[in-house]
């Protein structure tokens, strides 16, 4: 690993933990050359994974597309970067899981939708509204009655936020 201040190519490890999830591991390092003292994260990558459009396109699995549409349903919604990044991690693995070399994009679509379900009700309405293309109110009040019928079920990041905030309260106390 190259130094971010000298450049020099070696640097050894200090100390390396694994996050909380389990989904990467963060190494802090220093400079042989300069002593400077860094933080990389390592985690598992997706390779050789085809999405297939409707269209029949096919393009390599990128993470990027599946962030930028993730941020764009959660926009001036409330989160951490630590469950922003748990959420791609849940649906990398699922794709993961499906142990083949090209997936459809429905496929991908149906896999963010069940994780957003559950990470936030608002963002998956959003996205839904979106990858469905929902025509009408009919269709969009349809598919909010199935999210309202649905069991409860909460995700680590909620249990957080609710520790957090009575954390908060007892403080202000």
Do not use: W
């Amino acid at each position: 690993m190259h130094c971010p201040v000298c450049n020099h190519s070696d640097s050894r490890v200090i100390d390396s933990r694994l996050s909380p999830d389990g989904t990467f591991v963060r190494r802090r390092r220093e400079c042989d050359h300069c002593e400077y003292r860094f933080s990389t994260l390592e985690e598992v990558e997706l390779l050789d994974v085809t999405v297939v459009k409707r269209d029949g396109h096919r393009e390599a699995y990128a993470r990027e597309k599946l962030e930028r549409g993730l941020k764009k349903a959660l926009e001036k919604r409330s989160y951490t970067d630590a469950d922003f990044r748990s959420l791609v991690h849940a649906i990398e693995r699922d794709i993961q899981r499906r142990k083949t070399s090209e997936l459809r994009s429905s496929d991908v679509g149906e896999m963010v939708m069940n994780r957003l379900k559950f990470f936030d009700k608002v963002a998956y309405i959003r996205f839904a509204s979106v990858y469905r293309s929902f025509e009408d109110v009919k269709t969009f009040q349809d598919e909010l009655a199935g999210l309202l019928r649905a069991p409860r079920k909460t995700t680590a990041h909620v249990e957080r936020r609710m520790k957090r905030k009575k954390k908060e309260k007892k403080k202000k106390k």
